[in-house]
């Protein structure tokens, strides 16, 4: 499974930006997908994750409410709308698969499969 991150970018605190991940997988509907974002000096986090048909979502108490991740499995993407963007929300943005069932994890070790990551730098 591969998956290619893009969106990232410069962008003042307040602002938005869209993410997208684009999976090669010929089951993408067969995986839960996440977002992870690291920033720097600070270890791989959680940010967001969707079920399998993208009817049950969890997100970092840090970033819901502000936050949206959605799916388009026709098209085998995940993107992550970021909103009311934070200096601390800074990082390294990365998709992620996990082929397990079960439910939404939130540690990196349970995705299997990652993407190349994508800069979000905020400005204050």
């Known amino acids: 499974v591969q998956l290619q991150a893009s969106g990232g970018g410069l962008v003042q605190a307040g602002g938005s930006l869209r993410l997208s991940c684009a999976s090669s997988?010929?089951?993408?509907?067969?995986?839960?997908m996440g977002w992870f974002r690291q920033g720097p000096g600070k270890e791989r986090e959680f940010v967001a994750a969707?079920?399998?048909?993208?009817?049950?979502?969890r997100y970092a108490d840090s970033v819901k409410g502000r936050f949206t991740i959605s799916r388009d499995n026709s098209r085998n993407t995940v993107d992550l709308q970021m909103s009311s963007l934070k200096s601390e929300d800074t990082a390294v943005y990365y998709c992620?698969?996990?082929?397990?069932?079960?439910?939404?994890?939130?540690?990196?070790?349970?995705?299997?499969?990652w993407g190349q990551g994508t800069q979000v730098t905020v400005s204050s």
């Open positions: 992620a698969a996990d082929q397990l069932i079960g439910s939404l994890r939130t540690s990196p070790n349970s995705y299997g499969y």
């Open positions: 997988a010929r089951a993408f509907n067969t995986y839960n």
């Open positions: 969707i079920s399998r048909s993208g009817s049950i979502t």
